[in-house]
């Protein structure tokens, strides 16, 4: 299998931009895609070479190539950790129109609920969290929000 050559056209802002966040990048992700952009603006014989060159695994090198082809030279401060996407997310709407108009007396309710009209299996605590960060209240947890006499 021959080698590619590996050279991406950067204009000078982007450089500039790569320059500063391969050196003083906010995060090591960041430094990283930097470093492997910049130095492939200069050009490479291949994968391996650009890998070499900046000391970064190959599948990295790689895997920061398809994500400036395919996003921009925005990909390098992208970053899909830490963002956890609930499965309730995808029916929110529908889940709080169903739970305002017929709300559920504590948690293990709401769960057994989602699991039978919805089909989503889930435990009481990512619920639980879901239902707070939305403002929710279940009727059993009224009672120690209100302040006492």
Request: overall charge positive; aromatic content about 8%.
């Amino acid at each position: 299998m021959p080698k590619t050559r590996i050279k991406i056209e950067l204009s000078k802002k982007e450089d500039a931009i790569l320059y500063a966040e391969k050196t003083l990048g906010r995060n090591k992700t960041i430094q990283k895609r930097a470093t492997v952009l910049y130095y492939a603006g200069q050009g490479a014989d291949s994968i391996s070479d650009l890998s070499k060159m900046c000391r970064i695994h190959r599948d990295f090198v790689s895997r920061t190539l398809k994500g400036f082809q395919t996003k921009g030279i925005d990909y390098i401060y992208q970053c899909s950790r830490g963002i956890k996407h609930s499965a309730l997310d995808k029916i929110e709407a529908e889940l709080l129109a169903d739970f305002d108009k017929n709300p559920p007396a504590s948690i293990p309710e709401a769960v057994s609920r989602i699991q039978n009209t919805y089909g989503i299996e889930l435990t009481d605590t990512p619920v639980r969290y879901w239902l707070k960060k939305r403002g929710f209240i279940i009727s059993s947890q009224e009672q120690f929000r209100q302040k006492p006499i």
